[in-house]
């Protein structure tokens, strides 16, 4: 049993990190599903694409999905202009894929509108508290990160 310190610590953490999270999710999928009329599926494609993830193989197996429902919703991002297929001549089976420019001119104003957002939430805290969070923050990543 942790000690009382570290149980007060982690009921905090779960108080939280996850409603934080959740919320900022439910922001960014909110605006990638009305601004942009994606699904939450087609969002997370993209999401890993940016991120560097380019085959439908790799982004099923990063996001525990089926391949088939990789493939659909790349072959909705194709169609929609969002996302390009390559050619492999070492492998016709590997077709790497790519965020065009509008795929990243969306996946960029999406993403500003969700820093928007959480700057308006951060902008709440004066700059003394603006600090501590950024102390607290710097703890978490080397807590769960390092």
């Not at 694409?49 to 909705?76: L, M």
């Not at 969306?106 to 603006?130: F, G, K, Q, T």
Request: overall charge positive.
């Amino acid at each position: 049993m942790p000690e009382p310190e570290i149980e007060t610590l982690i009921d905090r953490f779960w108080e939280t990190v996850p409603p934080v999270w959740h919320r900022t999710r439910a922001i960014i999928r909110g605006v990638a599903a009305e601004r942009f009329n994606l699904t939450v599926e087609q969002f997370q494609v993209l999401r890993r694409i940016r991120r560097g993830i380019a085959s439908v193989s790799a982004i099923a197996a990063d996001s525990r999905t089926s391949r088939s429902a990789v493939s659909r919703a790349v072959e909705a991002l194709v169609r929609r202009g969002l996302v390009t297929r390559s050619c492999n001549p070492d492998d016709r089976r590997n077709l790497p894929l790519a965020l065009t420019d509008e795929g990243q001119r969306v996946m960029s104003a999406i993403y500003a509108e969700a820093e928007a957002w959480l700057a308006e939430r951060l902008a709440r805290l004066d700059p003394d508290e603006r600090e501590q969070l950024q102390h607290a923050l710097s703890l978490l990543h080397k807590a769960f990160l390092l």
